[in-house]
């Protein structure tokens, strides 16, 4: 796999899966690993098959731009107000984040078939010359870190039961019982501004991350995450445990987790040759859930269905100020996914239907672990929302399109 190697004692070394789930047909979860970079995200996309797809996608593809166009230079405009204290390094995540949210917005207004789509996103940057990470979010998105034979959530979730919390903590059970489920308070693409929560900690070795959707966090404890590192250290096998648990819980949404470990310089002094980092060229999953090898995907097109982002992405700047157009152009412009590796063994080649890719080949071995227990329910005071009336999944407020099965919403 990749390494981001500098001449600092740490680096992080990274590997991410993401899965359709059981119950979906459709994979709207999207992952960036950018090692060279330091930078990792997990998007979730909502609005339904195809318009998810493209929000979760343009969301990583922004942010993956964003970096690569101001790695080398100082952050384009003026500091807003909100953002001068922060760390030069944390506010480079948090404006990365709101330049996604711009593109989706533009896009989600520009285009009929994608009006209403937006995603969640958890964005870290490790930065091993500072011995720091900068974890930046918006939605249910999570990440945690597992220190010490200790875990515990860096982010909070941006929904419905944490606002009603917020603002009655004494809320009582069957209370929290009646609310509304499924239900976020923000995410990408649903206004032209969003408001970014950041969070800086210093690393230390030994120190992993996890970044995951709520497809990973609604259908395992956050005990069982724990116990996964009693029995592999190893990144991507982790990832393969984490999400096989998460599907023989139910496997109820797509399903993606990534784990950055950080590590000791000194621990590994190989240095991986071209053939052994990770092949990041774009993976195309279709309409049937299976998914499409790197060959057979154009170099530096990400294809989602029908929809070409590279094509959206221009669109973004002919409609929209752009204050990062020059020094993008000559950015590589490609969306850096998490690609198919081949299958070496029958659980690998039963993953492969059900639109599973992964970052390596690593067979990973069977967790042995109880099923967990059911989600607690959370959320928050009266609140009206849609319910679709094809399937009467709830709806995030202002999407026009089902997150559960696609079909459309009239207003």
């Known amino acids: 796999m990749g390494e981001f190697r500098t001449s600092s004692r740490t680096r992080p070394v990274a590997a991410a899966v993401t899965d359709v789930g059981r119950q979906r047909k459709h994979n709207e979860d999207n992952v960036l690993v950018k090692s060279e970079l330091g930078l990792f995200v997990v998007a979730d996309g909502m609005g339904g098959h195809n318009a998810g797809n493209v929000a979760s996608a343009l969301a990583t593809k922004s942010l993956d731009n964003f970096f690569e166009a101001t790695r080398a230079g100082s952050l384009p405009g003026p500091v807003p107000a909100d953002e001068q204290e922060l760390d030069p390094e944390a506010r480079r995540v948090v404006a990365a984040i709101r330049k996604a949210n711009h593109d989706v917005f533009v896009i989600s207004n520009t285009y009929t078939q994608h009006q209403g789509m937006g995603s969640t996103v958890v964005a870290a940057y490790v930065s091993c010359e500072t011995e720091q990470i900068h974890v930046g979010h918006v939605g249910d998105s999570r990440c945690y870190r597992i ?31 009646r609310l509304p489920k499924n239900i976020i308070t923000r995410a990408l693409g649903m206004k032209d501004a969003v408001k970014v ?54 496997g109820t949404d797509n399903i993606s ?26 993976l195309h999953v279709d309409e049937f859930g299976e998914t499409v090898p790197p060959a057979a995907v154009q170099e530096g097109q ?7 982002l590279d094509v959206a992405a221009q669109q973004v700047h002919s409609i929209a100020d752009s204050s990062l157009r020059s020094q993008a152009h000559s950015a590589s412009g490609t969306v850096a996914r998490v690609a198919a590796a081949p299958f070496t063994d029958r659980r690998s080649r039963a993953a492969a239907g059900s639109g599973r890719y992964t970052a390596v080949t690593t067979a990973a071995r069977p967790p042995a672990k109880d099923a ?38 009239k207003p």
Do not use: W, Y
Request: charged share 30%.
């Open 302 to 308: 990400l294809q989602v269905d029908d929809v070409d």
């Open 257 to 282: 987790a990534l784990i950055v470990r950080i590590q000791l310089d000194a621990q590994d002094e190989r240095q991986p040759n071209s053939a052994e980092l990770d092949d990041t060229r774009p």
């Open 147 to 177: 220190r010490h034979g200790e875990i515990e959530q860096l982010t909070k979730d941006h929904s419905l039961i944490n606002d009603a919390l917020a603002l009655k903590p004494d809320l009582s059970q069957d209370e929290l019982a």
């Open 372 to 409: 967990p227990p059911s989600k607690s329910a959370k959320r928050a005071t009266e609140v009206r929302v849609a319910r679709c009336a094809h399937c009467k999944h709830e709806l995030f407020i202002g999407n026009r399109f089902c997150v559960e099965c696609g079909a459309p919403i």
């Open 197 to 250: 929560d950041i969070r800086s900690e210093n690393t230390q070795p030994g120190d992993v991350f996890l970044l995951c959707s709520d497809g990973l966090s609604g259908m395992i404890s956050e005990q069982q995450m724990l116990d996964v590192f009693d029995v592999t250290q190893d990144p991507h096998e982790a990832c393969e445990l984490l999400i096989e648990m998460a599907n023989e819980a139910g």
